[in-house]
């Protein structure tokens, strides 16, 4: 018996015990429902497969090896996450165990440990071939993060017939951690790549993905730093003073002003197979990152997601700011009340709740007001009524979206009564 295998059974072990004698089937498993869960969260018909893809960006600026008299280049690896609708083999179980780990490379105080935990997927699944190819759904983490960050959203997704794509973002993962200016020029130039790469792949013979996903018809989501690399993607050039930032925290390296609003290279990089963005605590605008000339450039629907307390991202000077800055996008503004930084994650792994582990392992996934679970079932409602609407042209999907416009006795659509309390929808359309 492998190692894999092992790992296998004692998670299921922990799950059935920790079910008091119920079987791994009715186990709660990241993404699952809560009673109050709102009405969208509940999962597609499609069962859901997936495969891990390693990608490689030649000939890419190797900026943390940055020599001012020729910038060095390297092949840059990306492994990435495929969610997708699948057709199950008679032997095959919709459960998966994702490989993990907590801790930050290179920092002594939060040393790498690693764990797993369940997903409702199967690995290698057979794809299910539609008529036309699935809209697809490209998702960026934080740094640090992971490309299994959010398995609670992404196979939601893909349970109803999207093909999604979680990065893993090299020098930005809890594994290879580096300087912080390899996050902030390849952000972008990351999910620019994985969009080329898979529409590549699903136009070619020799992929799983082929025929599978309509790189025309594509949503970005990006959460935290993720969230500065889509909302760049989306048309939101960087200002100036993040240009002038990097080249004073690289070795004067001016890479990023390919990234700067207004370039001639940066305009005639805005992909219009980008029909919407989801930006989840988009990191930036308190420092600079952003001016209102770069967040008019977003002139697709927009979804921004934020809690009220965030003090990385900041909110009213913070995301409130880029919400209200994105004036040519049909945008919504979702808040949780009270809520911090950490309202995109999986919830805490047992792992996190040991004594003695550093405060952030277990702050990384958890809110100190909300339930991370809850969290993740308004999420999956909201994206899950945004994506249909811009990817599907659901037009029945907006009173979804109508928030405290559309509220009755019974409160908002979609929601329990006396759920929907603790959150604000705001809504503004292009000027």
């Known amino acids: 018996m492998n190692l894999r295998n092992l790992c296998f059974i004692l998670l299921i072990s922990w799950s059935s015990s920790f079910t008091f004698g119920q079987s791994t089937e009715n186990a709660f498993i990241y993404g699952d429902l809560l009673p109050d869960a709102p009405e969208l969260a509940a999962r597609g018909d499609f069962s859901v497969g997936v ?47 994702y490989d993990e780990v907590m801790g930050n490379a290179n920092s002594p105080d939060r040393p790498i440990i690693p764990f797993t935990f369940l997903g409702r ?25 992971s490309r299994l960050l959010f398995t609670y959203l992404t196979e939601n997704l893909a349970s109803k017939g999207y093909v999604v794509v979680s990065i893993d973002h090299t020098e930005s993962t809890f594994r290879d951690a580096n ?7 390849n952000r972008s130039l990351d999910v620019l790549f994985v969009l080329n790469e898979v529409a590549r792949l699903s136009e070619g013979n020799e992929s799983f993905l082929s025929g599978l996903a309509d790189a025309n018809n594509t949503a970005l989501i990006g959460y935290s730093m993720g969230g500065y690399g889509v909302i760049n993607v989306a048309g939101a050039g960087y200002s100036p003073g993040a240009g002038e930032f990097f080249r004073t925290n690289s070795g004067g390296s001016r890479a990023l002003e390919q990234r700067l609003a207004g370039t001639p290279e940066f305009e005639a990089s805005i992909d219009p197979r980008v029909k919407a963005v989801v930006a989840m605590a988009p990191w930036g605008m308190e420092r600079g990152v952003w001016n209102n000339e770069g967040l008019a450039g977003i002139k697709v629907p927009s979804l921004f997601i934020a809690g009220s307390e965030d003090d990385i991202s900041g909110y009213e000077q913070g995301i409130k700011a ?15 009340l009270r809520a911090r930084h950490n309202i995109a994650p999986n919830p805490p792994p047992p792992e996190a709740l040991q004594p003695g582990l550093h405060l952030d392992e277990y702050l990384r996934y958890a809110d100190s007001v909300w339930d991370q679970r809850r969290i993740n079932n308004v999420n999956q ?12 042209n659901r037009g029945d999907y907006r009173a ?18 006396r759920t929907w309390v ?10």
Do not use: C, M
């Open 322 to 336: 880029i919400y209200e800055g994105a004036v040519n996008s049909d945008r919504y503004l979702l808040t949780y």
């Open 51 to 97: 495969q891990t893809v390693d990608l490689l960006h030649k000939d890419q600026i190797d900026i943390l090896n940055y020599n001012p008299e020729q910038d060095s280049l390297y092949d840059r690896e990306l492994k990435v996450e495929v969610w997708y609708p699948a057709q199950l083999a008679e032997e095959q179980e919709e459960l998966v165990v």
């Open 179 to 185: 300087k912080f200016t390899s996050t902030l020029l």
């Open 381 to 392: 409602h909201f994206i899950t009524a945004f994506l249909e609407i811009h990817l599907r």
């Open 422 to 431: 603790g959150l604000e929808l705001s809504h503004d359309l292009p000027q």
């Open 121 to 145: 997927a199967a690995r290698d699944a057979e794809p299910v071939q539609a008529d036309a190819p699935y809209p697809l759904v490209i998702v960026s983490h934080g740094y640090t993060g």
């Open 400 to 417: 979804y979206l109508d928030g405290d416009e559309n509220a009755d006795e019974a409160g908002w659509k979609g929601f329990k009564p």
